[in-house]
């Protein structure tokens, strides 16, 4: 007889499995294992890697009335199996072959049900199909304010076994001590652990990852690091954003070192990010050093922008490595000061006859300014003389605004004298 090719489960995540096919899994195993069974199903709760094939056989007990191996027949997970996968062997033996399984569509095992003509339940058998763990790697481990230690990893190249895995983080002291076994899971993840107290600081830690299901185990590499060069904090606190005067392309930013570590010997390193309100682009601002106050140039006018900021600390009791950066502060949102100035179509003044243009002006001012942005972003010192200048610019603007566009069309050339 040709073998056919059932699908136990399609090869994805596994699915999560209803209370009545848990039931069936449990009743299967409780069946096989007591003395009132109707029928027993060999092999009971097989373990089988990916690809395997399957020769069960359902065997009918005592005289069970109507309960012959003609009349019985197979299910999985609840789906009834075609009739050209079994083949009777005796009186009161009905086999089953089922080649090339994947794996198993929930992790507690598929159920494979004997049942009597009338659809009563015989048997019970849970299959476990799929594969051993692979090594686990890429761990990576930080400490919130020193005072825990959480770490995550990636379970492997291929990730889904299809079975019940288990992970343990473990971890010592590097030159003394014992294994100890991580015990809060899942915190940040679905493989992730915290370790929430009683570190050790100044001496190194090893960490390793172990995971094992009913087909073998695997361990990672061992990662070797001190508390000291993991530290993460809470993003700073009260960030602010303001105006700066009325000038409209800038904005001033302020906030408040992570109180969490200010009783340890330490610097910080900043970051801000910022972007315009119709936006998903983020401007990061990288060079704002360990101050706690920033000025935003060259924004663009009567525009909301949104801005984080986050914390890096670094040095902390003399360590030599960078720290971790902290989440982004929640978003603070500003917006800069409309511009007074004519825009494109608006009216914008042309130069009087006679007047030099102020064009080749406006080129050097914009590449001046670029320049002072480039190399100077948060220098208060540099933006005093930014100030000035647009404070002047702004200054002669409005005069000439108000020489050439306040007065009255009629008035304006009464003003420039009688035509000649």
Known sequence: MPAARPRPGAQSAPRSPSLSLLLLCVLGALRAGSGAHLAVITPQDPTLLIGSSLQAMCSVHGDLSGATAEGLYWTLNGRRLPAELSRVLNASTLALVLVNLNGSRQQSGDNLVCHARDGSILAGSCLYIGLPPE????????????????????????????????????????????????????????????????????????????????????????????????VTTDPPPDVHVSRVGDLEDQLSVRWVSPPALKDFLFQAKYQIRYRVEDSVDWKVVDDVSNQTSCRLAGLKPGTVYFVQVRCNPFGIYGSKKAGIWSEWSHPTAASTPRSERPGPGGGACEPRGGEPSSGPVRRELKQFLGWLKKHAYCSNLSFRLYDQWRAWMQKSHKTRNQDEGILPSGRRGAARGPAR
């Open 135 to 230: 090594k686990p790697f890429n761990i990576s481990c930080w400490s919130k304010n020193m005072k825990d230690l959480t770490c995550r990893w990636t379970p492997g190249a291929h990730g889904e076994t299809f079975l019940h895995t288990n992970y343990s983080l473990k971890y010592k002291l590097r030159w003394y001590g014992q294994d100890n076994t991580c015990e809060e899971y899942h915190t940040v993840g679905p493989h992730s652990c915290r370790i929430p107290k009683d570190l050790a600081l100044f001496t190194p830690y090893e960490i390793w990852v172990e995971a094992s299901n009913r087909l073998g185990s695997a361990r990672s590499d061992v990662l070797t690091l001190d508390i000291l060069d993991v």
